[in-house]
């Protein structure tokens, strides 16, 4: 399984819809200090379900929808689209290409799609859960995240081992029996 490729539009500072193929191997995003490197990695967590508009370097959640310039007007949605090799099987799913996409609107309303058809949040959490990507996951290693675990509570750093270990999802089945 690895990251094919991906597609914003009117997220941050990516106005017009923008493709990024990723290939296997190492990849690497250069550019100039403010040119919008951590906005792609932003975009990523977004679309993989992250809720917390901290985590994304903002203030509310409508900050990541373009909020226009001197030349251009305003967006009137964030859309981000992620594509995942998945021809290993590695993602539980029943398809080669996997994308999932994530859609706000600047009233409030968004959309999850998994393969274009609509889904809830709650699917696109248990399609990463245990695969390391994911919100939660171990595959985005951000700023302050390594201090953060060696500082962490054993119980925050347990989840860490859980996920890698794949038990996560086991306990997320059982919690969810429970509450039934
Ligand atoms: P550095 O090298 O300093 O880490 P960077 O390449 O990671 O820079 P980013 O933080 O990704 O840069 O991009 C910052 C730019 O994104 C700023 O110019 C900021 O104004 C712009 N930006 C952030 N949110 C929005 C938004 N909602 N609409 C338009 N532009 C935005
Ligand atoms: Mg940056």
Same mark, same amino acid.
């Given at each position: 399984m690895y990251l094919r490729g991906l597609e914003l539009q009117g997220f941050k500072s990516f106005p017009d819809k923008t493709v990024l193929t990723f290939g296997k191997g190492i990849t690497a995003v250069v550019g100039p200090n403010g040119s919008g490197k951590s906005n792609i990695s932003d975009a990523m967590r977004w679309v993989m379900g992250e809720q917390s508009s901290k985590a994304l370097r /903002?203030?509310?959640?409508?900050?990541?929808?373009?909020?226009?310039?001197a030349t251009r007007k305003e967006s009137p949605f964030a859309q981000v689209t992620l594509t995942i090799d998945n021809e290993d099987g590695a993602l539980g799913v029943d398809s080669e290409m996997v994308s999932v996409t994530r859609k706000l609107y600047k009233n409030g309303d968004s959309e999850y799609l998994i393969n274009g058809s609509p889904v809830r949040l709650k699917d696109v959490n248990e399609l990463f859960m245990?695969?390391?990507? /994911?919100?939660?996951?171990?595959s985005i290693v951000g700023q302050g995240r390594i201090a953060d675990i060696v500082n962490g509570k054993g119980s925050d750093r347990r989840e860490i081992f859980e996920e890698a270990a794949g038990v996560a999802k086991f306990r997320y089945k059982k919690q969810e029996a429970e509450r039934k």
């Amino acid at each position: 399984m690895y990251l094919r490729g991906l597609e914003l539009q009117g997220f941050k500072s990516f106005p017009d819809k923008t493709v990024l193929t990723f290939g296997k191997g190492i990849t690497a995003v250069v550019g100039p200090n403010g040119s919008g490197k951590s906005n792609i990695s932003d975009a990523m967590r977004w679309v993989m379900g992250e809720q917390s508009s901290k985590a994304l370097r /903002g203030e509310k959640m409508a900050g990541v929808i373009f909020h226009g310039c001197a030349t251009r007007k305003e967006s009137p949605f964030a859309q981000v689209t992620l594509t995942i090799d998945n021809e290993d099987g590695a993602l539980g799913v029943d398809s080669e290409m996997v994308s999932v996409t994530r859609k706000l609107y600047k009233n409030g309303d968004s959309e999850y799609l998994i393969n274009g058809s609509p889904v809830r949040l709650k699917d696109v959490n248990e399609l990463f859960m245990d695969t390391g990507l /994911g919100k939660d996951g171990y595959s985005i290693v951000g700023q302050g995240r390594i201090a953060d675990i060696v500082n962490g509570k054993g119980s925050d750093r347990r989840e860490i081992f859980e996920e890698a270990a794949g038990v996560a999802k086991f306990r997320y089945k059982k919690q969810e029996a429970e509450r039934k």
